[in-house]
């Protein structure tokens, strides 16, 4: 797995897989499902709070990535792909119950996000590459807590024991990379700043 975004390179056994999916390998898509499902789940779930929708979104989002299975450039991670879709997604379920008046607490800050343009894979290219770019960023340390956290759905826990540091530690580089990525996002692309909304609702 490439981690969140940038700094982990796929393998050349993931290589391969996506080179069959792309060919229209329905195996290799199961593969791809059972690889990133539930860390794609998670991340949605954090966002819309809800197991029925979340599990929708989840589906749709997966349905995209077969729908879009041509286009996959095999230099980025599917992973990364599927976050930036799966967080589009969330976030249009968001917008869509703030307007219908029953989204909960974190309303507030969704208001304030522009709508994005429309979604398509060079849409979804370039949110990549700018949440690359940020993640890029930040120590190495910091980026495998938040990779751990993110994309392999580690409890903070789990990552402490894993990387020997403690709970608070992990909490507080979370914190400081989430910090970090909106402060960068919203200083260099303020157009984009909508990208940096998952990060204000997934990290305790």
């Given at each position: 797995m490439a981690g969140i975004f940038y700094f982990y390179p796929m393998t050349m056994d993931e290589q391969q897989v996506v080179r069959?999916?792309?060919?229209?390998s329905h195996s290799a898509f199961e593969q791809l499902?059972?690889?990133?499902?539930?860390?794609?789940?998670?991340?949605?779930?954090?966002?819309?709070?809800?197991?029925?929708?979340?599990?929708?979104?989840?589906q749709d989002v997966f349905a995209v990535l077969w729908t879009s299975r041509e286009k996959i450039d095999l230099a980025q991670s599917v992973g990364n792909w599927?976050?930036?879709?799966?967080?589009?997604?969330?976030?249009?379920?968001?917008?869509?119950r703030l307007r219908e008046n029953i989204v909960p607490a974190i309303g507030s800050a969704i208001a304030d996000i522009p709508e994005?343009?429309?979604?398509?894979?060079?849409?979804?290219?370039?949110?990549l590459e700018l949440l690359n770019t940020a993640?890029?960023?930040?120590?190495?340390?910091?980026?495998?807590?938040?990779?751990?956290?993110h994309f392999e759905?580690?409890?903070?826990?789990?990552?402490?024991?894993?990387?020997?540091?403690?709970?608070?530690s992990?909490?507080?580089?979370?914190?400081?990379?989430?910090?970090?990525?909106?402060?960068?996002?919203?200083?260099?692309f303020p157009h984009a700043v909508g990208l940096s909304l998952l990060l204000l609702v997934t990290i305790p």
């Open positions: 069959e999916f792309k060919a229209g499902y059972n690889q990133y499902s539930a860390a794609v789940y998670a991340n949605i779930f954090k966002m819309v709070r809800q197991q029925d929708l979340a599990e929708d979104i989840l599927l976050f930036v879709v799966s967080y589009h997604k969330s976030l249009s379920f968001l917008k869509k994005e343009p429309e979604m398509d894979e060079q849409f979804y290219s370039a949110q993640v890029g960023h930040l120590p190495l340390h910091k980026q495998r807590v938040f990779r751990l956290y759905n580690k409890t903070f826990d789990e990552i402490a024991q894993e990387l020997n540091l403690s709970v608070s992990v909490k507080f580089y979370l914190k400081q990379s989430r910090a970090f990525i909106r402060q960068y996002v919203g200083g260099h």
